[in-house]
């Protein structure tokens, strides 16, 4: 491949700084199969690179503050929902769109680490209830600012517009990829 090719090929507006590993390989890609439309390429690589970096990141705080990723998502999804702070594991499955089984891990470690509570749902007593405990809320409050804080730097390379803009098109993947839920 001509040493210019990048060059030549990049988008407009977009000097040799800007250009990145996807850049390269959505080029290399135009020159092997310029009869195919590969552009998209270069949005879901960097998707994709996205996802794993920032996931890499996750799972590094999380340890931090003694949970993993599954764990953060549950008490989070407790924290969100208000006082009393408690859901069925039924409804922390669908929140967090995963099996009743892999719920049940999930729970069982954070009760033997003094995060969640587990009792008898009073509605239906067939039924538990899980709530935050003391320490769960100090835990996922603590891990949540922290998160919070680390989105804000990296969405601070974005102007507002470019965060919108970004939101509506990561929204329309989405509903292209497949139905969501609410």
């Known amino acids: 491949m001509p040493e210019n090719y990048l060059l030549a090929n990049r988008m407009p507006g ?9 850049d390269v390989i959505v080029d290399q890609w135009r020159h ?5 439309d590969l ?3 270069g949005i879901f690589g960097r998707l994709m690179r996205l996802s794993m970096l920032l996931g890499t990141d996750v799972e590094r705080w999380c340890a931090q503050h003694g949970l993993r990723n599954g764990e953060f998502d549950v008490l989070t999804a407790l ?5 009393p702070f408690a859901q069925t594991p039924s409804e922390l499955a669908g929140a967090l ?7 049940t891990k999930r729970l069982d470690r954070l009760e033997s680490a003094g995060l969640v509570e587990r009792s008898l749902d009073a509605a239906d007593r067939r039924s538990f209830r899980i709530a935050l405990s003391a320490q769960g809320r100090e835990v996922i409050d603590a891990a949540l600012t922290e998160h919070a804080a680390n989105l804000a730097r990296l969405t601070a390379a974005l102007s ?3 965060r919108t803009g970004l939101e509506q098109s990561l929204r329309a993947l ?3 990829a497949g139905p969501g839920r609410p």
Request: negative net charge.
């Open 79 to 83: 924290r969100r929902c208000g006082p």
């Open 97 to 103: 769109m995963m099996s009743r089984a892999g719920m």
């Open 174 to 176: 989405l509903s292209a």
């Open 160 to 162: 507002p517009e470019q």
């Open 14 to 22: 977009m000097d040799e700084e800007q250009l990145d590993a996807i």
């Open 39 to 41: 552009s998209p390429l």
């Open 32 to 36: 092997e199969r310029p009869d195919l």
